[in-house]
């Protein structure tokens, strides 16, 4: 039996729906045999900040924070500038922490749609997620609360493939691609991402994970 080493990733989430998928993600990882690594997720529901804090001194690590913009809103657009100015600050805790960022503009759902489908067209809210969710995964959820549930979610989970993960990588590159085109990233405490929706990098850390280990 062949001995894999374990390679470490570790989040920081918004919420439950980004920590099941990551969960996701894993278990269709470790269900290919021909993988050269473990996966191993340290996965946390807090704050950048938080997260850092717990970390401890002597272990150097990359952290993915894994957040959402919601919307044009100015109260939620200071709130997502906030979470970067809080990433840049958790740097200089003296520890050897780097934070990479993992966003999607306007919610994480599109990164769940680009498994099925893609979505290159503006949404004006979050809600409007619901309707290409309920089309591409054959369910009748009448609102985003129900979606989230962790019974309804996990649904949603099962049918998502590590082929499906591939081509979402592939769609949401297309997106960065266009959003390229259109003209530069904005740049916030070091960290860059685009205000127009859609847009992502959440992709990129999986990429890697799926690089690292082989599948």
Request: net charge positive; with cysteine.
């Amino acid at each position: 039996m062949r001995r894999l080493q374990n390679n470490k990733y570790f989040f920081s989430v918004e919420g439950e729906t980004e920590e099941l998928y990551f969960k996701h993600l894993k278990k269709l990882i470790l269900a290919e045999e021909g993988r050269i690594a473990n996966p191993v997720f340290v996965i946390q529901k807090d704050s950048p900040a938080k997260v850092a804090k717990k970390i401890p001194m002597i272990l150097p690590c990359t952290i993915t924070a894994v957040f959402d913009v919601e919307d044009a809103d100015a109260d939620h657009r200071k709130r997502f500038e906030n979470t970067l100015k809080e990433m840049s600050e958790a740097e200089k805790l003296g520890k050897s922490i780097k934070f990479d960022l993992g966003y999607s503009n306007i919610d994480f759902e599109l990164w769940i749609i680009l498994h099925k489908k893609d979505l290159f067209g503006n949404v004006g809210s979050k809600a409007q997620y619901l309707k290409n969710i309920n089309q591409i995964f054959g369910t009748k959820f009448e609102a985003l609360r129900e979606y989230k549930t962790e019974r309804n979610f996990s649904q949603i989970l099962s049918k998502i493939t590590l082929d499906d993960v591939k081509a979402a990588i592939e769609r949401a590159e297309k997106i960065t691609k266009q959003r390229m085109s259109e003209g530069n990233p904005i740049r916030t405490c070091g960290y860059e991402w685009f205000d127009k929706n859609p847009a992502l990098s959440v992709h990129c850390v999986i990429k890697k994970i799926l690089s690292e280990c082989g599948v």
